[in-house]
């Protein structure tokens, strides 16, 4: 029989959490590995360097047009590994549930993680739940790390990035951030808005195949502008970026102008940015625009050793500003 | 300069972001893979299978007698890796904060990890931070997510377990629930009264090396009895237990008997059971006693081939009693 909603003893290790285990998250996302129930999960041996990292998502709404909680909670950890040059292969969830949280929403949530660790190829092998009196927490947070390993040769970090090279985008940026908001605050703009949160391990690997990548890394929180600054300031590059070359959808466009966000900070949740060797620049779009990911591929800018460590922005009216760091917290809880 | 306490903006992703990894989380666990700041740790390969494991934090109150909940954070998660026989090496850190979280607060428990990491010999790696508005969170939760590797020739799992197997536990149990439950309420019955909260590691290779141990598991939510009642099933094999061999410290066990809980199922954080094969069972429990974590190390039963999946006390009363898992939530937030 299932339970009408999550309670406190969910969480206490005992019976009730051994049935939500049973019932529940081995339901959905049973594997060799999970169902041996042990302390840690034991995962064959594999060649090439590890690379591991975790994300907390606190998101609100937990659902949201393009996504939900459990979607993005995937998504987010598959992609930092990928951004690495590893493919993903296995994941932790660590669920923090409020008490009373209905058991029809952690069971959508459990669904969506499971469809979308499935898009991705990677398996959920090992997870924990804890369960906080009412007040405590706001409905669900899920914590997800991952592992990954990096094939011989490949070996990505902004230290590679020489002058030359290009600046590419996968896509339109913005999106997330945006639908987030407009859900969130109950704005319709266009019914065209929704989140890009998508596994990107496929893509990476598919340009990782076509030509000398430098370094690739996801614009999330921060956005563009963000991510592009780290960038320049840990390969000691200076980046020059062409404003008019940076796809925008024109629903996010519209939204950030009405709401006062400027969208080269607004998150994205299926987009990565890479630096490429300009020899190789367009090999490697082409591999982006052939995949579904990467229709609306751009190049977007340059790497100079002119103004080191400083992104410059080429603005539609011709004129230049060098970009910052987000400063200040533009969007509270957008992943 | 030190912010006095945690604002929205802090988990930005921007300016205060890259502040608060700098100065803070940098500071403390600084490392070669940390200090790389990609979106995923790149570690050297090892030989093995890889253990991996996650759990979240969400104890209350975040200090206690015996640690706070960045120890416990370091603990839970190596003593999960060791049980499965693994050299743990690498944690992440997941955070998610209340704003207004005071900062002194989150500087003592980064602190608190720090120092429990170079206990345990392991370094976090990579991590996230994410705030959410003040009601929305309680104070702080953390998620561990932890790797380590399995030497060939290691192969714990509950099926290894065979009638004739002793087993073992390596202190007393119930320490840390009732420390956290005197605190809580307020009750001062004993100064004795702290958690066991401590990594296993150490403890958990030395006893590893000196017999067959079939399995291992550290007794956490659910206490000694539940993670018995566990094996068992998952052995398929009876276990006979006697109840005066089992070891509680008399301010424990005086604490529970006045707010009537029963010590065998109230939550251990420094604590392991093994079954060991009989043969080996003296080595073993030498080689407990002989290390600092396994002083009051105890054989507390044996394997039968009688009731099979069951776990049958010897009460000090002579009398038999079959052990069922905790059923209800005895202890809320207890880790």
Redesign the interface.
Known sequence: MKPEMI???H????????DLIRDLFQRYLSNVYLDD??????????????????????I?PIFFPGGDIGKLAVCGTV???S??G?RPL?L?????LEEGLPFADLERIVASMAETARAAGVQV????T????R????KV?I?T????W?PDGVAL?PRNVRPGDAILVSGTVGDHGIAILCQREGLEFSTSLASDCAPLNGLAQAILARGAVRVM??P???GLA?TLV?LAR?SGMGFEINEASIPIKDAVRGACELLGLDPL?V?NEGKLIAIVAGADSEAVLAAMKAHPLGRDARIIGRVTEAHARRVVLKTVLGVSRVL???????L??I?
Chains 1, 2 share one sequence.
Do not use: W
């Not at 804890?130 to 009196?133: M, Q, S």
């Not at 790390?145 to 990954?148: D, F």
């Open positions: 309670l406190l003893a969480g206490s290790g005992g019976k009730l959490t051994h129930l042990g302390d840690a999960a034991v995962l064959p041996e594999q060649r090439g360097r590890l690379a591991f990292t975790t994300d907390s998502y606190v609100q992609n930092d590994i951004m690495v590893a296995y932790t969830a660590g669920y923090i092998v090992a997870g924990d804890k369960v906080v009196d007040g405590s927490a706001d947070f914590n790390a991952g592992v990954g990096i970090s890394r996801d999330t929180r921060g963000t780290e840990s900070y998150a910052e760091m987000l400063t200040g917290e533009q509270p809880r992943c």
